[in-house]
């Protein structure tokens, strides 16, 4: 392995004697990025805990600290964990052959850290992509494994959907659904009585032939064409279909359940275990709602999503906010260090 020095033009070793080609070591270069690495890691942890100090409106969530039901998070990280599981199976199922699925795990650690930084999902993307073509799966169907995991997450999530729906109308009115679906129609209604029906009118006679136009050359692309050509593969082979499938409904569900299990555990939000399926519900939506936003992980907007959907069930804003906060940072924040650390391993 090459020094850093290495490289340097004879020139500057001539005029800086010091610098020569054994004066900095990779082991000694390794230390000075650790060294570096773990300083700012310091200096961020110092100001991210002043800033929680002293900051005035952060001050009553800390006080709700002491206060939540701690015996449900060992489940909130179980069920976190299951979710990478769930997709790592997804994958194996959308490639087609039986990968490893300790490293594939590990992989989807990887990937979400990626997804931290990249809109839309193309972070995981590419880690996924990559991981296949090491695999030993082509770069072409490698991009079109991923691309039919990517086209077979929306159906498992429709299916899931409405199979919780399902659940609480079977259950009854005590089911809780009631009062998420009656929320979703009357701020429908509301909304559409606040758009103008002329503007309206214009806007989509100008965005609907532009749409079509848009949709009929993305179906005729060469990406297009792969993906349903992977995606009609895929259909061919039962088996692998069905565990794509359930495996993308599996890690929506997991989600769903933390995020139940983390409004459980504030105190305030007044719900008990016959609400969970009208949690899981809200989850749905507003997972759903917060994802139409392209935002890098979809930050801020699930969060303010997630708190519409608890309102439209009566909690109240404080007790919302703690949940969706307890539930991102345990299932969304917390994994990225393991993501990293992963990462590393992975690549040798």
Known sequence: METIAAGADPAASAKFPGLGADALTPSL????????????????????AAVLVTAGPLRPGLAALGHMRWGFLPGLVLLSFLHYVCSAVALRGAAGRPLPLVSTTMTQFTASAANRVTPGGLGAAAVNTRYLVCRGLPLPRAVVAVAVLQVAGVPADLLLMGAVLGLGAAL??????????????????????????????????????????????AIRSTAARSAASGLADLCRRPRDLALTLAASAGTTFALGVAFALSVLAVPGTAVGPADA????????????????????????????????????????????LHAVLLFRAVTYW????????ACRTLRR
């Open 277 to 320: 399926p009208a949690l899981l519900a809200a989850y749905l939506v507003g997972a759903a709602a917060g994802s139409a936003v392209p935002t890098p992980g979809g930050i801020g907007s699930t969060e303010a999503a997630l708190v519409a959907a608890l309102a439209a069930l009566g909690i109240t804003a404080g007790p919302a």
């Open 172 to 217: 009854g009115p005590g089911g809780g659904n009631d009062r998420m679906l009656d929320a979703l129609g009357h701020h429908a209604s509301r909304a559409a009585d606040l758009v103008p029906p002329l503007p309206l009118l214009v806007a989509g006679g100008v965005l609907l032939p532009a749409a079509a136009l848009w949709g009929r050359r």
């Open 334 to 341: 917390a994994p990225v260090p393991f993501g990293l650390l």
């Open 29 to 48: 270069a390794q230390r000075i990025r650790r060294a570096r690495w773990a300083l700012a890691g310091l200096l961020s942890a110092l100001l991210l």
